[in-house]
């Protein structure tokens, strides 16, 4: 039988605690089941494969997230001796619009002016009104919290039904710049370029930038994807309720970071949403999307980083959500314990962190934790990167990836892994695309985006 801890929602009573009546192998995997008497909860399930893993993982399979089913079975996993924990939380609304604004507009003139000297060869089409929309989410640990976005709309909204696209963002460390910020020298500018051509365009912040409170829950898949599904969910309620048609049937695209998100978001759609939305294609771009093989593998290499932040990003972030050690600072070798973790607190730009940092990001842990973390396989932080990896697993939707083979800050064979796992799996027609021969991260962002575009122009 599996060893199994369960906790009721903070500050229920006794009558109301959670109880688990079974865990026994069936034939489809390891079953779970429990039982609680406050019908306001929500469940989440987290496992170890050992105490001495020292990381609860939530499984990508379990969902929608949280669940207020009051089973769940880990498939295709028959260890009786894994631990899991069932946790109670208070159920959320989630998608639901908290607040939503008018925030500027663009007529065509302006639009054409703007991308003509950023050199985007984008004709405007539609003047485009941007809002800012407020919407309930989860955290990682699936409690109730807020994000925020940007939405962007053609003004001919009103006359035509319009295709859904979600643009997921890079990488971001001050919560001014995220998308619902407006500035359209930031990455809201690639909705107003979607919007301006015939779609209503979602643009989420992701938890933790924006208006959203706390640490940014860097790379961390189950959250990028939970945030971004009910972003869509707000811009379809808000839609409804202002006149704007829009079909369920979405496009998806991200670069970088944003790469990484998108594939994240893809399977939560497909898995736990396909009745809700339907994807037209999916366009993942320059994603770390292999974090426990090609991304360890490239931190703990000797090559020199164009941005070492990255890292320290990733570990406050992984340190937030899964509890490596007591603080961020118990991970960092001095100086950099009392340097560092001041600067994510979100007004910090990644060149201003980059400058105090060591060219090589590894020097910033403390030694035996960098030994630990070189030779045990079963390390936590491992463990966590493994958890986030999101390639593994088998899509239905058209899907294309976009990257430049001179990439050196999320190097290719992220998407070089990720094509030939897909291929093995029966996904022959999944293609990758190399815009710049030779290009680095920066270089291919705009032909990615663009390429990526006419794509979903012949399709919509």
């Known amino acids: 039988m599996a060893f199994v801890f369960a906790f009721g929602a903070p500050g229920a009573s006794a009558a109301e605690s959670l109880r ?11 079953q779970l089941e429990w039982e609680s008497s406050e019908t306001a909860n ?71 002016f ?24 989860v955290t990682p640990d699936g409690r109730k919290t ?16 319009l295709p859904l696209v979600s643009y997921q963002h890079g990488t971001i460390t001050q919560t001014n710049k995220a998308p619902s910020s407006m500035d359209i020298t930031t990455e809201a500018a690639v909705g107003v370029a979607f919007a301006t051509s015939g779609y209503a365009a979602v643009v989420p912040d992701y ?31 808000f839609s409804a309720t202002n006149g704007i048609s829009v079909t369920n049937r979405v496009f998806l695209c991200g670069y970088s970071q944003g790469g ?23 366009a993942p771009m320059a994603g770390a999307y292999d974090l426990s093989g090609v991304t360890a593998n490239d931190f703990l290499s000797s090559r020199p980083k164009p941005n070492p932040y990255y890292f320290l990003y990733l570990l406050g972030a992984y340190q937030e959500t899964y509890h490596l050690a007591p603080s961020l600072a118990d991970l960092l070798a001095p100086p950099y314990n009392t340097t560092l973790p001041p600067l994510l607190n979100g007004n910090v730009s990644g060149s201003q962190i980059n400058a105090a940092m060591p060219p090589n990001p590894l020097l910033i842990l ?79 962002s705009q032909p990615s985006m663009l390429r990526a575009k006419l794509w979903f122009d012949s399709l919509k």
């Open 114 to 137: 703007l991308f003509a000297a950023a050199g985007v060869p984008i004709v405007p089409q539609y003047n485009v009104r941007l809002y800012r929309i407020v919407y309930e989410t």
């Open 260 to 282: 990484h998100a998108t594939l994240a978001l893809l399977r939560e759609l497909e898995w736990f949403h396909a009745g809700e939305f339907t994807v037209g294609a999916c």
């Open 366 to 444: 403390k030694p035996a934790y960098l030994a630990e973390f070189q030779s045990n396989p079963r390390h936590p932080l491992r463990l966590a990167l493994e958890n986030n990896d999101v390639y593994r697993w088998r899509p239905a939707a058209p899907l294309r990836f976009y990257h430049c083979d001179g990439d050196q800050d999320v190097v290719v064979t992220n998407t070089q892994t990720a094509v030939a796992y897909l291929h093995s799996i029966g996904r022959s027609d999944v293609t990758w695309e190399n815009p710049v021969p030779g290009g680095g991260h920066g270089d291919c």
């Open 207 to 237: 938890l933790g930038l924006g208006q959203s409170a706390g640490l940014h829950p860097y790379h961390h898949a189950r959250s990028e994807a939970t945030a971004c599904v009910d972003m869509l969910r707000a811009a379809v309620r």
């Open 146 to 161: 807020t994000a925020s976005g940007a939405f962007c709309v053609p003004e001919a909204a009103s006359a035509v039904t």
């Open 20 to 30: 688990v009546t079974n865990a026994a192998v069936g034939p489809a995997g390891l």
């Open 42 to 112: 929500a469940f989440v399930v987290q496992y170890q494969d050992a105490l001495s893993d020292g990381l609860w993982r939530t499984p990508s399979e379990f969902g929608p997230f949280p669940s207020s089913a009051l089973s769940w079975t880990d498939p295709g996993t028959t260890n009786a001796s894994r631990f899991y924990r069932v946790e109670a939380v208070p159920a959320s609304a989630r998608g639901n619009v908290v607040a939503a604004n008018l925030v500027v507009s663009y007529n065509t003139a302006t639009l054409a």
